[in-house]
């Protein structure tokens, strides 16, 4: 079984703050996810990466595979930034992703 | 809107009824999952579906909890005789390809179904 640790819990920043949110797992993987929940909001999934980085826009969200380890940036911090991000990664031995709790992000004007 | 869409949005029921919650996967998906949300909690992998076939209900509770992916129509999630321990949100996603979330397929989530037993 996977076991998803994400870092911080909460975390409130100034508007234009660069902003790093830290996912660690237990079992290598083929592909992890970043996912950004909205307040009552269904999940968008923002980044699906295997290696290296990946930058849409001001996130970008990077992998190391053998430290286990991802983190995802946000740069310019802005707002409407303010969700719940989510990492995921297969559980190993299932189908379904194993998630993170979640990051509560809020960015202040 | 050719997204995962998932129907309803919100729902209330009773101890003792039924729930259904409804998904539709993105055009040319044949690969659905559900997930649930607990308050307070993280999602948690509920089933996955292909067309007609359950390929992994792993997360799924032992009972009053089902789901089908019939050949034609939206992938169904019922619950029979909901407690107040079900209330909590429910998505639907849905990939391309097969191989489930091990595959690296990027997966597309609905916008939640909140259910709330009163």
């Known amino acids: 079984k996977n076991e998803v640790e994400q870092s911080p819990q909460n975390l409130t920043a100034q508007e234009g703050e660069f902003i790093t949110i830290n996912c660690s797992y237990s079992v290598g993987i083929s592909a992890l996810h970043w996912l950004q929940q909205h307040p009552g909001g269904g999940i968008v999934s923002l980044f699906m990466?295997?290696?290296g980085k990946k930058k849409h826009g001001r996130l970008i969200a990077t992998i190391n595979i053998q430290e286990k380890h991802s983190s995802l940036h946000i740069t310019a911090s802005h707002p409407r930034d303010s969700a719940v991000y989510i990492c995921a990664v297969p559980p190993g031995g299932a189908d379904g992703l194993t998630f993170g709790k979640g990051t509560h992000l809020i960015i202040q004007p | 809107n050719a997204g995962v869409m998932q129907n309803p949005r919100h729902l209330v029921r009773r101890r003792g009824q039924e729930a259904r919650l409804r998904c539709s996967p993105m055009k040319g998906h044949s690969h659905v999952y559900w997930y649930r949300q607990l308050p307070e909690e993280g999602l948690k992998f509920m089933v996955y579906?292909?067309?007609?076939?359950?390929?992994?209900e792993s997360g799924m509770p032992k009972e009053r909890f089902s789901a089908e992916f019939p050949k034609e129509g939206p992938s169904i999630l019922r619950i029979q005789q909901v407690v107040r321990g079900d209330s909590a949100a429910y998505f639907c996603?849905?990939?391309?390809?097969?191989?489930?979330?091990?595959?690296?397929?990027?997966?597309?989530f609905g916008e939640g179904s909140w259910l709330t037993v009163v």
């Open positions: 579906l292909q067309k007609e076939n359950i390929i992994d």
């Open positions: 996603a849905s990939s391309p390809r097969g191989g489930g979330a091990s595959s690296g397929n990027t997966i597309y």
């Open positions: 990466l295997s290696s």
